[in-house]
């Protein structure tokens, strides 16, 4: 059974940067597409970004598109989301998700995530 345990959260002012990164146990990690969601204050849970099992295929909410950058490494079982221009808005609990295929898609969603690392961005 994938574990995920997230780190890098902090509180910083808008417009700077942070890198979270994801550990993920098990043999399977380079099998699965990965993610990141987040869930703000009063609010749902939301999509953020997905990478496919190779790393060739990213996919970003229009939200972060642009600002957000993902990647792994499989040798290290390792999923990062390097966020940039950091906004108020993007302040939100975030959750390292696994993927339920190679690819992410509605029929592939994100089906399994961590306790969340938080994110706080003053303005």
């Known amino acids: 059974q994938v574990q995920l345990v997230e780190s890098g959260g902090g509180s910083v002012q808008a417009g700077d940067s942070l890198r979270l990164s994801c550990a993920a146990s098990?043999?399977?990690?380079?099998?699965?597409?990965m993610g990141w969601l987040r869930q703000a204050p009063g609010k749902e849970r939301e999509f953020v970004a997905a990478i496919s099992w190779s790393g060739s295929t990213t996919y970003y909410a229009e939200s972060v598109k642009g600002r957000f950058t993902i990647s792994r490494n499989n040798a290290r079982n390792t999923v990062y989301l390097l966020m940039n221009s950091l906004k108020p808005e993007d302040t939100a609990l975030y959750y390292c998700?696994?993927?339920?295929?190679?690819?992410?898609?509605?029929?592939?969603?994100?089906?399994?995530w961590g306790q969340g690392t938080l994110v706080t961005v003053s303005s």
């Open positions: 098990g043999r399977t990690f380079s099998n699965y597409a």
């Open positions: 998700a696994k993927g339920s295929g190679r690819y992410y898609d509605t029929r592939n969603p994100l089906d399994k």
